[in-house]
């Protein structure tokens, strides 16, 4: 055989080998380092869904939570927004209340209106269907709210947004009943839906009962916190417990937002004014008038008509499904969520929200607190030289 024939039939042969071991190399993995890559790849899909699964909880939760919670937001919003326009159009007047056979012998802060924090239950009595926990305020705004109306139905007082109104809110347990098409109470139709209820009060400009009889004169705290819960216009009059109303009938209460358990108000003074910040509201009571009907003391002087600079408001919502569950296993009663022994001294608010907090935990029912400071823009505080 010729010398390049074999020269070429080598050449041949090595390059046949060294293909067939290239393809032997990439024929695939082997048994074991397929079962690895399968390990590997089940556990990062394993890793990939959790992520994706907590992801969307906690988005769900968030979203729940928003909405659980949008009715009782926008409350809590615009009571204090209209909290911080109560007045009380102090001035200055004589000491002799007008009578011009006692001459005078100081100037004296006056009103004719009034701002009050008072224990909800304690001022109103019970609700229609339940208690009243913790708190209510009552105040003199101008918020310009009129009821009266023409036959065609367009308001009789227009553009006088400035028009002065009593209002208040206070919460309470009770069903919504009256505030409801009468056709739905008929025949037991739809059964009464009871919740706890942030109730507000809203007393028409062409109605104030507070002009009716002057509280100058007044002794008695029950006389002087009629004007905003007797009589035909307050909170417990008959019209607004009427499951129909007549044509110049108007409810002065209606429910702003559901599952409000807790309604709790702390009249402040900046702390740089004072080393007590709760000083002028320790039990939380505040009352522009207590002077006519308490005891004489350097807390009660320095509130005669006087708005205090700050308020906390701290409100407490629940979840709608958890009340709705807390009611279907335990009955249509009350819950007893909020204690009478809650929220009575300010130097306990904290603690006091806490155990409100624990005890809404054990009873597995979600909860959201609400809490701000605003300004009372009308406030003037002022203090004698020598109280400072």
């Known amino acids: 055989m010729p010398r390049h024939d074999h020269h070429r039939m080598n050449t041949s042969t090595l390059i046949h080998r060294i293909l067939t071991r290239k393809l032997a190399r990439t024929r695939g993995f082997s048994l074991p380092e397929l079962l690895v890559s399968i390990a ?41 927004r209209r909290l911080s326009q109560a007045t009380l159009n102090t001035y200055w007047g004589y000491d002799n209340d007008g009578d011009d056979k006692k001459p005078p012998t100081k100037y004296e802060k006056k009103s004719e209106l009034h701002f009050v924090v008072v224990n909800a239950k304690e001022a109103l009595g019970e609700g229609p269907d339940g208690s009243r926990p913790a708190h209510a305020v009552f105040f003199n705004a101008p918020l310009g709210f009129t009821a009266e109306s023409a036959p065609n139905g367009t308001p009789v007082y227009s553009n006088m947004e400035m028009l002065l109104n009593s209002w208040g809110y206070f919460v309470e347990f009770s069903s919504d009943e009256y505030d409801r098409p ?73 429910p702003v937002a559901e599952n409000i358990i ?37 807390r009660t002087l320095l509130s005669e008509h006087q708005l205090p600079p700050l308020m906390q408001v701290t409100m407490v919502a629940v979840d ?25 001294s300010q130097r306990s608010l904290e603690q006091d929200l806490e155990t409100l907090r624990k005890d809404m935990d054990n009873q597995k029912v979600r909860h959201r607190v609400f809490t701000t400071t605003i300004r009372m823009r009308e406030s003037k505080w002022t203090e004698p030289d020598n109280k400072k």
């Open 40 to 80: 590997i790849l089940s556990l990062l899909m394993l890793f990939t869904f959790q992520m994706m699964e907590q992801t969307q909880r906690t988005w769900l939760v968030a979203k729940e939570n928003t909405t659980s919670y949008k009715e009782a937001r926008a409350a809590f919003e615009v009571m204090t």
């Open 262 to 298: 807790a309604l709790v108000l702390a009249p402040r003074l900046p702390e740089f004014d004072r080393n007590d910040p709760d000083f002028i509201a320790p039990n939380y009571v505040y009352d522009t008038r207590e002077l006519q009907w308490g005891k004489e003391e350097e």
């Open 182 to 254: 009468s056709f739905l109470n008929k025949n037991n139709t739809i059964k009464k839906r009871l919740r706890y209820r942030l109730m507000e009060f809203r007393e028409p400009s062409e109605n104030l009962s507070i002009y009716s009889e002057p509280l100058h004169d007044v002794k008695s705290k029950t006389q002087l916190y009629r004007w905003f819960s007797r009589g035909n216009t307050g909170v417990n009059a008959t019209v607004n417990r009427s499951s129909s109303l007549g044509a110049n009938d108007v409810r002065t209460v209606r």
């Open 320 to 344: 709608e499904l958890d009340m709705a569950r807390w009611l279907t296993i335990n009955g249509q009663r009350e819950p007893d969520f909020v204690s009478d022994s809650l929220f009575k």
